[in-house]
């Protein structure tokens, strides 16, 4: 049995109760939440109806799992109000402000180190 063939499981028996597929052989009008969001959509509250498993080194139990909703049943992402933007604007300028000098820096503050590299000692000239 080859190696795709381990995951493919389109009734649902072996894997949780969802129709499981291999890598890239998911049917089509199935897709991820990140496929949804590539084509301006949202999963909009529907369960998953099936999933996408594949083995991986990267993985607690060497094997990573992708949810897949159903596309027709997809809605349309919300667009944020001028106050969310305005509100995740000031959110974003605040994570750039140090604490210690008060400068704007064009990065976000490293959590690790409470403050700019140059006050924490990064890029200073002896």
Do not use: N
């Given at each position: 049995m080859?190696r795709?063939r381990?995951?493919?499981?389109?009734?649902?028996?072996q894997?949780?109760g969802l129709?499981?597929?291999?890598?890239?052989?998911?049917?089509?009008g199935?897709?991820?939440?990140?496929?949804?969001?590539?084509?301006?959509?949202?999963?909009g509250?529907?369960?998953?109806?099936?999933?996408?498993?594949?083995?991986?080194?990267?993985?607690?139990?060497?094997?990573?799992?992708?949810?897949?909703?159903d596309?027709?049943?997809?809605k349309p992402?919300?667009?944020p109000?001028p106050?969310?933007l305005?509100a995740?604007?000031?959110?974003?300028?605040?994570r750039?402000?140090?604490?210690?000098?008060?400068?704007?820096?064009?990065?976000?503050?490293?959590?690790?180190y409470?403050?700019?590299?140059?006050?924490h000692?990064?890029?200073?000239?002896?």
């Amino acid at each position: 049995m080859s190696r795709r063939r381990v995951f493919l499981d389109p009734t649902g028996r072996q894997f949780g109760g969802l129709p499981t597929y291999p890598w890239r052989l998911a049917p089509e009008g199935l897709a991820t939440r990140r496929q949804l969001r590539a084509a301006g959509l949202r999963p909009g509250g529907q369960p998953p109806c099936a999933q996408v498993m594949w083995r991986s080194r990267r993985a607690a139990g060497g094997v990573r799992v992708a949810y897949l909703y159903d596309v027709a049943a997809a809605k349309p992402r919300r667009t944020p109000s001028p106050a969310q933007l305005q509100a995740l604007g000031k959110a974003m300028r605040a994570r750039k402000v140090c604490p210690d000098c008060g400068v704007e820096q064009p990065y976000c503050i490293p959590t690790r180190y409470g403050a700019c590299l140059p006050c924490h000692g990064w890029g200073l000239s002896a």
